[in-house]
T-cell receptor, first 117, second 114 residues
Framework: AQKITQTQPGMFVQEKEAVTLDCTYD???????LFWYKQPSSGEMIFLIY??????QNATEGRYSLNFQKARKSANLVISASQLGDSAMYFC??????????????FGTGTLLAVQP | GAGVSQSPRYKVAKRGQDVALRCDPI?????LFWYQQALGQGPEFLTY????????KSGLPSDRFFAERPEGSVSTLKIQRTQQEDSAVYLC????????????FGSGTRLTVV
């Protein structure tokens, strides 16, 4: 069965510093996609970054980058130059890609990030 | 619309009451998902529609939960005889690509059963 593990319930980071949020996954599929979402206190899920299992380069989106280590089945999110507005819950998610399937997302339990001034 | 719209934003129900939660996806989005997010947890899959067809309802926790999308656009998640354990945020997401990475989530409906 597919599973996402986020072992950090909470993290602190100083404003302007970088922070890494951990994510490991388990799947028997060769083709899959990995996502990171941000969920502020208002509740909406905001898409941050996506990595396909066959992508050779790590994904980057502005201050977000994904440290993808396929052999270790890890997909850590790196946020550079943290801002106060980055304080939120962060979820790692996986989607398996195969013909005719639901392509639902499987989420981890999340990491609550607090950025300190 | 510009985004996925969910209503109501908050719902308080007495135990045993029936509730209906609405999701209005992005216009033209073929795929629609419902998720349940308990307090302090990640979202968990409930059900999936492709147009009006409900292709996967494996995540619905009991037969008290029912979802429909009769015209392939707006979807309704209905919970009958609500129980306290149904208290959660119910999130709806839509995407135009069955295999794409473009999932757009709504802000959710927070259901509290008292």
């Amino acid at each position: 069965a597919q599973k996402i593990t986020q072992t950090q319930p909470g993290m602190f980071v100083q404003e302007k510093e970088a922070v890494t949020l951990d994510c490991t996954y388990d799947t028997s599929d060769q083709s899959y996609g990995l996502f990171w979402y941000k969920q502020p206190s208002s509740g909406e899920m905001i898409f941050l970054i996506y990595q396909g299992s066959y992508d050779e380069q790590n994904a980057t989106e502005g201050r977000y980058s994904l440290n993808f280590q396929k052999a270790r089945k890890s997909a850590n999110l790196v946020i550079s130059a943290s801002q106060l507005g980055d304080s939120a819950m962060y979820f790692c998610a996986m989607r398996e890609v195969y013909g005719g399937a639901t392509n639902k997302l499987i989420f981890g339990t999340g990491t609550l990030l607090a950025v300190q001034p | 619309g510009a985004g996925v719209s969910q209503s109501p934003r908050y719902k308080v129900a007495k135990r045993g009451q029936d509730v209906a939660l609405r999701c209005d996806p992005i216009s033209g989005h073929v795929s629609l998902f419902w998720y349940q997010q308990a307090l302090g947890q990640g979202p968990e899959f409930l059900t999936y529609f492709q147009n009006e067809a409900q292709l996967d309802k494996s995540g619905l926790p009991s037969d008290r939960f029912f979802a429909e999308r009769p015209e392939g656009s707006v979807s309704t998640l209905k919970i009958q005889r609500t129980q306290q354990e149904d208290s959660a945020v119910y999130l709806c997401a839509s995407t135009s690509q069955n295999r794409g990475n473009g999932y757009t989530f709504g802000s959710g409906t927070r259901l509290t059963v008292v």
